[in-house]
């Protein structure tokens, strides 16, 4: 009994299934055929028509949508599922004439009507044969920049190399197609008699086979939406083209391979070539100013400024003298227009220390559009402080503590609302000053970050 369990789990159902379609197609098509004649002999035309049409179309059927399922089954190992079959309005068109010709042949036995319809047929073949040589040797390499920022246009290259001894044309680079999220799968399980019994009332419980449907997971956002064509490409060059590209918003995006289409030499398909290229990429959070940052910078620069004040190279301010003053900071240019003495206040460069906090709120904490605008906003005050003469450090829940700018906003346009303790409740102790971007209300800061700090509140109706 496992033996003939296991036995059923290695046959591929799907094959099966379109393999007695295809039996059952190609008996339809020889039967019709059959009554076709009987119908000629017996001079009813429409009758005799509509038999040979039906014979042609249930053959054209399984040759469009069987046959290369399962020519494909038994393919080389490399080669199963290498393309994809689109029929093209102009290959619907051929397919209709030879359709009336192939009709009008069986109508009048006439010998060339037939060869025709034979030349019809064998150029669909040519026309398959064409289009997978000049796919068959192109090799193809995606090059993305290491670093994208959201809402900023980016330029990506597309390495397209033939390989093959002769050229190629008409050859477009496209996405691959979607995936079917929902598919039947066959599953184990339990027959029972009576079903509606308990388990240890029911008279029988075999092993059975069910089937049921699945939904795979939603994939992330491709990379590359559009088509890229190439006309031509010479036996043994390389050619490439630039794409702009542009992301609307942060997080991980994922090219799950590529295709590689032609429609070369007749048009009547859309053969296309699935390349396994995988390539990801993480768009960093805008860094654009926005009005927040706008309304904020002011005085997370002033108050941080105020932190840092002290003896260096950098005028702070001019201000009044005062008894504990030196006397070598006394601005006499300053002091002769104002008739009171002035001395000058610097900011202290080797102390210029900035901790920015993100807080991660728990999910539902914030409106979706308050999380990400507080995101935004950090990742613009991260970039703008790390252009200056400041010594940067992160804190974040489940950041890794790197103080590379570039590492804190992938660690930002990957990050979700998340639950756990807020971050503020065990913060080291530094003599660094703290911008804190959090979602805790007013009275759950601790009160030790209120002299050293500028904080952000992300809900902006708390």
């Known amino acids: 009994m496992s033996a003939i369990r296991a036995a059923f789990t290695k046959i591929d159902r799907s094959a099966w299934i379109r393999f007695f379609i295809a039996i059952a197609g190609l008996a339809l098509a020889f039967t019709s055929a059959l009554f ?170 075999w092993p059975d086979l069910k089937l049921k449907l699945s939904e795979t997971p939603v994939p992330p956002d491709a990379i590359f939406r559009g088509s890229i064509y190439f006309p031509y490409i010479a036996s043994g060059t390389a050619t490439h083209a630039d794409i702009e ?38 768009v960093y959070p805008s860094v654009d100013p926005t009005d927040d940052f706008f309304q904020v910078l002011p005085m997370i620069t002033g108050e941080f400024e105020a932190f840092v004040r002290g003896r260096g190279y950098d005028l702070y301010r001019i201000r009044e003298y005062m008894p504990e003053d030196s006397a070598r900071l006394v601005d006499w240019k300053a002091t002769a227009k104002s008739g009171s003495l002035k001395v000058r206040e610097f900011t202290r460069e080797d102390e210029r220390k900035l901790r920015i906090i993100f807080d991660n709120p728990a999910p539902g904490a914030v409106p979706e559009d308050d999380y990400e605008n507080a995101i935004q ?49 065990s913060l080291p102790a530094t003599q660094d000053y703290n911008l804190v971007v959090t979602a805790q209300a007013h009275g759950s800061v601790p009160t030790e970050l209120w002299s050293s700090s500028y904080i952000v509140f992300m809900d902006k109706e708390k």
């Open 36 to 205: 076709s004649t009987v119908f000629r002999e017996s001079g009813n035309v429409l009758a005799m028509a509509i038999a040979a049409s039906v014979s042609l179309l249930a053959a054209g059927f399984i040759g469009l949508y069987t046959v290369p399922y399962l020519a494909k089954r038994v393919a080389l190992e490399g080669m199963k599922e290498a393309f994809d079959y689109d029929v093209t309005t102009e290959g619907i068109v051929y397919l209709g004439v030879a359709l009336l010709i192939g009709v009008a042949a069986l109508n009048t036995g006439n010998n060339l009507l037939f060869i025709i319809l034979a030349a019809m047929l064998a150029a669909i073949i040519v026309s398959g044969i064409a289009s997978a040589a000049v796919l068959r040797g192109l090799r193809l390499d995606p090059s993305l920049p290491a670093h994208v920022f959201a809402g900023q246009p980016i330029i990506a290259r597309i390495n397209l190399r033939n390989a093959h001894i002769a050229a190629s044309f008409s050859v477009s680079v496209v996405p691959p197609k979607p995936r079917n999220l929902k598919r039947l799968h066959w599953e184990k399980g339990t027959f029972a008699f009576p079903p509606n019994r308990p388990t240890h009332r029911q008279w029988v419980r």
């Open 245 to 282: 590209l542009c992301f609307p918003r942060r997080g991980l995006f994922i090219q799950d391979g590529f295709g590689l289409s032609t429609r070369f030499p007749f048009s009547f398909l859309i053969k296309t070539r699935r390349i396994p290229v995988t390539r990801e990429m993480v």
């Open 377 to 425: 906003l950090t990742a613009s005050l991260a970039w703008h402080f790390a252009g200056t003469n400041t010594q940067l450090s992160f804190v974040a829940p489940g950041y890794s503590g790197s103080s590379d700018v570039l590492d804190f906003l992938r660690f930002l346009a990957l990050v979700k609302p998340e639950s756990g303790d807020s971050v503020l409740k």
